[in-house]
Nanobody, 124 residues
Framework: QVHLVESGGELVQAGGSLRLSCAASGRMFSGHVMGWFRQAPGKEREFVAT????????DYADSVKGRFTVSRDNAKNTVYLQMNSLKPEDTAAYYCAARPSTFTVRGREDYDYWGQGTQVTVSS
């Protein structure tokens, strides 16, 4: 089992920045691919970013590429999502997820463990 807790979500103005954190406990964090997803009201949960166990391989949704950066600190069992140039359409609940694997994937059905989410609201 991997237990995930997100933090860092808040209300921010358009153009601003936030850094989300996801702290993991339980089974070996460094052996898991970590993903970030988001879900806006009335919409399906969508892929945002993912990072492999070593941190050397990342992947992003087109909508956030160039604005968001995913990183991880395996010594702290934590994955981060740095979000810059935020837009109102980035407003959503953001979730981190874990998958015991070495290869990054985008499908939410591919992840085994999920956090409870943190709310990001971007005002125009």
């Amino acid at each position: 089992q991997v237990h995930l807790v997100e933090s860092g979500g808040e209300l921010v103005q358009a153009g601003g920045s936030l850094r989300l954190s996801c702290a993991a406990s339980g089974r070996m964090f460094s052996g898991h691919v970590m993903g970030w997803f988001r879900q806006a009201p009335g919409k399906e949960r969508e892929f945002v970013a993912t990072i492999n166990p070593s941190g050397r391989s990342t992947d992003y949704a087109d909508s956030v590429k160039g604005r968001f950066t995913v990183s991880r600190d395996n010594a702290k069992n934590t994955v981060y999502l740095q979000m810059n140039s935020l837009k109102p359409e980035d407003t959503a609940a953001y979730y981190c997820a874990a998958r015991p694997s070495t290869f990054t994937v985008r499908g939410r059905e591919d992840y085994d463990y999920w956090g409870q989410g943190t709310q990001v609201t971007v005002s125009s």
